[in-house]
């Protein structure tokens, strides 16, 4: 069974510029994550999906970041104008629904390191 | 507020020891799971272990095993006779549900170097 694919896996801008992310998840899994990780940190949620709706985005620095997932398949992260502190790996994650999402184990792809520059 | 804290950031040790990774979470919620991840240096986020909060037996799972205590809060991961390839950083991460999803909070992350 293929993993979490994402690409590209590096990404390098300069600050103000626009950048995005793409995440294919696991086939079957209907919930997908966006997570930020920064050098020294553990991940940092951004946004949930259930197929192609929002379950949680509360993290997510909307006035800069943007996420969608047409079709309920694949996804994609945006981010538009980068600032220096935005630079981090974004993790995609995918999860098969259980009976209660509260016991859904993620598996997650290899990610995109972002440096801004 | 939920959180999960590790307290050790980086540990060294010699081929073949043991060694404990420790994890201490906080959340009001009785009904919540708890997670182990590895994140070797390819930087891929490996499922170890899922916990739910009614479940308190220990469980072992080769070299690996995982003392869950709900009376200190604490669900520690053990490395038996740990090995070169154990060299990650592991993650535990703590899963309440927020009644339309899933509320996912990893820890910091406690680095291990295992030395030949």
């Known amino acids: 069974e293929a993993g979490v694919a994402q690409s590209p896996r590096y990404k390098i801008i300069e600050k103000r510029q626009s950048v995005a992310f793409w995440c294919n998840p696991i086939?079957?899994?209907?919930?997908l994550y966006w997570y930020q990780q920064i050098l020294g940190q553990g991940p940092k949620l951004l946004i949930q999906?259930?197929?192609?709706?929002?379950?949680?985005d509360s993290q997510l620095p909307k006035d800069r970041f943007s996420a969608e997932r047409l079709k309920g398949v694949d996804s994609t992260l945006k981010i538009q104008p980068a600032k220096l502190e935005d630079s981090a790996v974004y993790l995609c994650?995918?999860?098969?629904?259980?009976?209660?999402?509260?016991?859904?184990?993620?598996?997650f792809g290899p990610g995109t390191r972002l440096t801004v520059l | 507020a939920q959180k999960v804290t590790q307290a050790q950031t980086e540990i060294s040790v010699v081929e073949k020891e043991d060694v404990t990774l420790d994890c201490v979470y906080e959340t009001r919620d009785t009904t919540y799971y708890l997670f182990w991840y590895k994140q070797p240096p390819s930087g891929e986020l490996v499922f170890l272990i899922r916990r739910n909060s009614f479940d308190e037996q220990n469980e072992i799972s080769g070299r690996y095993s995982w003392n869950f205590q709900k009376s200190t809060s604490s669900f520690n991961f053990t490395i038996t006779a740990s090995q070169v390839v154990d060299s990650a950083v592991y993650f535990c991460?703590?899963?309440?549900?927020?009644?339309?999803?899933?509320?996912?909070?990893f820890g910091p992350g406690t680095r291990l170097s295992v030395l030949p």
């Open positions: 086939s079957g899994h209907a919930t």
């Open positions: 999906f259930q197929n192609n709706g929002v379950v949680d």
């Open positions: 994650a995918s999860s098969l629904d259980r009976l209660r999402p509260v016991q859904n184990e993620q598996f």
């Open positions: 991460a703590l899963s309440e549900d927020q009644g339309y999803g899933q509320n996912f909070v």
